[in-house]
């Protein structure tokens, strides 16, 4: 049988090939090759465990940087002062509407009662749950009295808010809401009004933090708003 170099036993090759400088580099070259990977391994696993940690948010649009609001004079459903300072302190979940609206509105609503059972059961009886803050874009019909009585139906702890256009407009774009009353004649009860759907987030600093679009789901809602609670270390 005739031998070359290519048909050699694999212990000749090895044993011309592995002079003591060069099995010094392939040491090295596989200890950092092993670093590598081991490395990128840790990384790609730390990844993983913080994406199941930070749980991803389904429905809540958040801002780049959180929208800081100007001060507002309203009257909350005990004809108290609500203003910025009324936000200050406690997140918030904020939702623009009218009593007079016929499914919106109302559907809005329940969808937050059931966000605050869920958030209830989930933190149980130390956790801080966000306020539900509901404010009338329909001041002529809907009073102080009207807004109490409104609520009571969907959680007695819902806070109704009211105000003149000339204070609500000021708030409403800041927090990017549009609203239209359909023109009547003073004292008017029946006629339309127009306005966005968003439910908004605030933070305990008052400022906007991101904004739920329509349609709602509490599942989702309360879904993300435990994950930012969770995020902020608020929980």
């Known amino acids: 049988m005739v031998w070359s170099k290519y048909n050699r036993p694999l212990s ?4 011309e090939d ?9 040491i090295i070259v596989m200890a950092v090759l092993v670093a590598f ?25 958040v801002l780049p940087e959180p929208r800081v609001i100007a001060d507002f004079e309203l009257l909350d459903q005990q004809s108290a002062p609500f203003s910025l300072a009324s936000l200050e302190g406690n997140w918030s979940l904020i939702f623009f509407g009218f009593t007079h609206c016929p ?6 609503l329940y969808e937050l009662q059931q966000v605050k059972q869920k958030l209830e059961q989930e933190m149980g009886p130390d956790g801080v749950i966000p306020r ?15 807004l109490q009585s409104y609520l009571s139906h969907f959680d007695p702890s819902f806070i109704g808010v009211t105000g003149k256009h000339e204070q609500l407009l000021p708030l409403t774009r800041q927090v ?8 009547h ?3 008017a009860t029946q006629y ?7 439910i908004m987030l605030t933070d305990p600093k008052g400022r906007l933090y991101g904004v739920f679009p329509a349609p709602h789901g509490a599942e989702d809602i309360s879904s993300d708003v435990l994950a930012t609670l969770r995020s902020t270390g608020k929980s």
Do not use: N
């Open 176 to 183: 990017g809401i549009a609203y239209r009353v359909e023109e």
């Open 132 to 146: 539900i803050v509901f404010i009338s874009v329909d001041p002529e019909r809907d009073t102080p009295d009207k």
């Open 37 to 61: 990977l081991s490395a990128t391994a840790g990384v790609a696993f730390w990844k993983i465990t913080q994406a199941k940690q930070q749980m991803p948010r389904t429905s809540l649009i």
């Open 18 to 26: 592995m002079t003591p400088d060069r099995f010094t580099v392939r």
């Open 103 to 108: 499914d919106v509105c109302p559907t809005a």
């Open 12 to 15: 000749s090759i090895l044993a």
């Open 192 to 198: 339309s009004v127009d306005h966005s759907t968003g």
């Open 185 to 187: 004649e003073s004292g």
